[in-house]
């Protein structure tokens, strides 16, 4: 049985299910643990699904750590609350299992790096492979050097910033910026295009999109309503990439970048990215891709 951690808002398993002919996939959406039974004890565990499926670990044969995520966030005070309290047991229970499960080589795409590779890392690392925007993560104090040329202001996580707030990339003037706060600053790139990867244990599905076609800095705003079209990399680009995974440890993941004047400028990786949305009309041959990626785990 395939083992799918994830929540209800995640269309993409839905719409790679079909795929995965052959395999029983049983799911776990965090955000529903409720409807869900289990008992985990020294004699292994038994999970019981809203739908009758049961999973065991005689059963278990791999495990896909899709978007284990609570969308319907909480307030939770200083001193706590016990809804709070049962999302973190349940949290932690399931990572558990989905580290012990990667521990015998029981994940596919989604794996647990040997190094935490977040942006500042990450951005270190690129330099080896590509040209990066100049990047400063700054707090306590406004430098000079931050007075000249155009920024923009960005965010090291997704944390929401209020209630549907998400915060988002800002063309700023720095000398209004508040020094108190942890600013992630970097060179605005007046670039052509936005391109972004999708890397699949050492194959690559690239798309671009136009630059001026964007009203707003961020082209995650309007993602939805425009059309990325399919491109290729030089082969020099695509041994880059090949050899940052390599570094990273990782086999999966969603590059983003931006090419100015034919030169691609790495941002960041997304070692668990959305996907799905690059191949809506199944034509791309992304989900195919992806389950057999997993099948040939699974039938390992």
Not at 122 to 139: D, N, S
Not at 154 to 180: A, R, W
Not at 222 to 230: D, I, S
Not at 263 to 269: Q, S
Request: with cysteine; aromatic share 16%.
């Amino acid at each position: 049985m395939l083992l799918i951690i994830t929540c209800t808002e995640d269309v993409t398993t839905e719409m790679l299910v079909p795929f995965l002919d052959g395999i029983e996939v049983f799911r776990f959406n965090i955000d529903k643990w409720n409807e869900y039974a289990w008992d985990f004890s020294d004699n292994g565990f038994e999970v019981l699904s809203p739908d009758g499926k049961r999973l065991t670990q005689e059963n278990l044969k791999l495990v896909y750590l899709r978007k284990p995520i609570f969308f319907n966030t909480i307030d939770v005070p200083k001193t706590g609350c016990l809804e709070n309290w049962c999302r973190k047991e349940v949290e932690r229970l399931w990572q558990d299992l989905y580290y012990d499960m990667a521990s015998k080589g029981k994940a596919v795409l989604v794996k647990p790096a040997k190094a935490k590779w977040y942006k500042h890392t990450q951005m270190t690392l690129a330099q080896k492979y590509f040209p990066v925007p100049e990047w400063h993560i700054i707090r306590g104090h406004t430098p000079d050097y931050l007075k000249s040329g155009n920024w923009v202001i960005k965010s090291l996580t997704q944390e929401m910033i209020g209630e549907g707030k998400l915060f988002t990339v800002k063309s700023v003037d720095t000398s209004k910026l508040d020094p108190y706060y942890p600013w992630f600053y970097q060179r605005k790139l007046d670039a052509q295009f936005d391109i972004t990867t999708l890397y699949v244990n050492g194959k690559t599905f690239s798309f671009q999109l136009d630059r001026s076609l964007l009203t707003k800095e961020d082209c995650r705003q309007e993602t939805p309503f425009l059309k990325w079209e399919k491109c290729n990399l030089t082969a020099q680009e695509e041994n880059a990439i090949a050899s940052f995974m390599k570094d990273t440890g990782f086999e999966f993941g969603r590059f983003d970048f931006m090419r100015k004047d034919g030169v691609l400028y790495f941002l960041e990786l997304n070692p668990n990215g959305m996907w799905a949305w690059l191949d809506l009309e199944f034509k791309n041959g992304i989900f195919e891709c992806i389950a057999h990626e997993i099948k040939k785990a699974y039938h390992k």
